[in-house]
């Protein structure tokens, strides 16, 4: 079952559309990594899904239902920076949201959940005086108040050092694992979304580009040959030919990626047989960011 579907989502802002057309599908025990550049409608997306934003146009599904206040009760949420009192302390942050939900046996919920996020015993700290780190993970615990079926997570890892970042990321982890919550986390981190995401969803200009599994994204990231030749056209017909099993891509200086044959010699020796020049062929591997790069587009790289 899909927790999260949109259909022809669109949102805009005095004229200029920010998400246009978007459909998103995320199910139910998903880590659902959400990717784009700075300004590619991320945030719109998010705060639309929780409800902050209304649409433009188009249609969301939470639950399978209609996104009603009901279903987006179902919802912990955590957009940009948490919203936190900096004069009270983390306790006291999590009773106030406790009792304005009207949860039952506030004190014990509180304070499981503190235990949880690692924020047992700060004591009477003021949360004006926490690291950011300790700050993400106390919006993190806010987010799980009201025991949510989905959380929303919008650039959670953003300004944490490698160690916190590796918190949060066992946190949401452990979230997905031990209590089932499916899980839709924004990050420009790479890295760290590597290791804990299951699907993708990757957006670019207010659309989706591609959502895809961890698995595949593995197998587009894996082991290949990349070959440079006198002739790219008549060199990859050539190859196509004789490999129908591989596959084959071109990119922009007009090299060519071999997918499915590990052997550099069986390609050099195809093409010399041919009379075709090999340039340069060597083994080759990309990695995570490269990948998205592509999606993302190359702006990224600045």
Do not use: W
């Not at 996104?67 to 009773?95: C, F, H, Q």
């Not at 591609?210 to 030749?229: H, I, M, N, P, Y």
């Amino acid at each position: 079952m899909n927790v999260i579907e949109t259909y022809g989502l669109e949102k805009s802002y005095g004229g200029k559309r920010a998400v246009d057309h978007f459909d998103m599908h995320v199910a139910k025990g998903d880590i659902y990594g959400f990717v784009g550049l700075n300004g590619a409608g991320k945030s719109t997306v998010m705060k639309m899904l929780a409800g902050l934003s209304k649409p433009t146009g188009g249609d969301i599904r939470l639950f399978g239902e209609d996104a009603d206040g009901e279903a987006i009760r179902r919802m912990g949420v955590l957009i940009e920076a948490p919203g936190l009192y900096g004069g009270m302390t983390a306790y006291d942050n999590m009773m106030l949201k406790a009792l304005c939900l009207g949860l039952v046996d506030p004190k014990r919920k509180v304070d499981e959940l503190l235990g949880f996020v690692g924020l047992g015993g700060v004591g009477k700290k003021k949360t004006k005086q926490f690291s950011m780190g300790m700050k993400q993970r106390l919006g993190l615990g806010l987010a799980l108040l009201g025991d949510p079926d989905l959380l929303l997570l919008d650039e959670p890892l953003n300004g944490l050092d490698p160690e916190g970042a590796r918190g949060i990321r066992e946190l949401i982890v452990r979230l997905n694992g031990e209590r089932g919550i499916t899980v839709v986390i924004s990050s420009h981190v790479l890295e760290q979304l590597g290791r804990m995401a299951t699907r993708y969803g990757v957006i670019r200009n207010g659309r989706m580009v591609r959502e895809l599994t961890a698995a595949e994204v593995d197998q587009e990231c894996s082991d290949c040959l990349q070959l440079s030749a006198a002739d790219p056209t008549r060199s990859l017909a050539l190859l196509q030919e004789h490999f129908p099993q591989a596959r084959f891509q071109v990119m922009p200086d007009n090299s060519i990626r071999v997918f499915g044959i590990a052997d550099a010699a069986v390609i050099g020796s195809a093409l010399n047989d041919a009379g075709i020049a090999v340039q340069g062929l060597y083994a080759h591997r990309r990695d995570l960011e490269e990948f998205f790069v592509g999606l993302m587009g190359d702006e990224y790289r600045g």
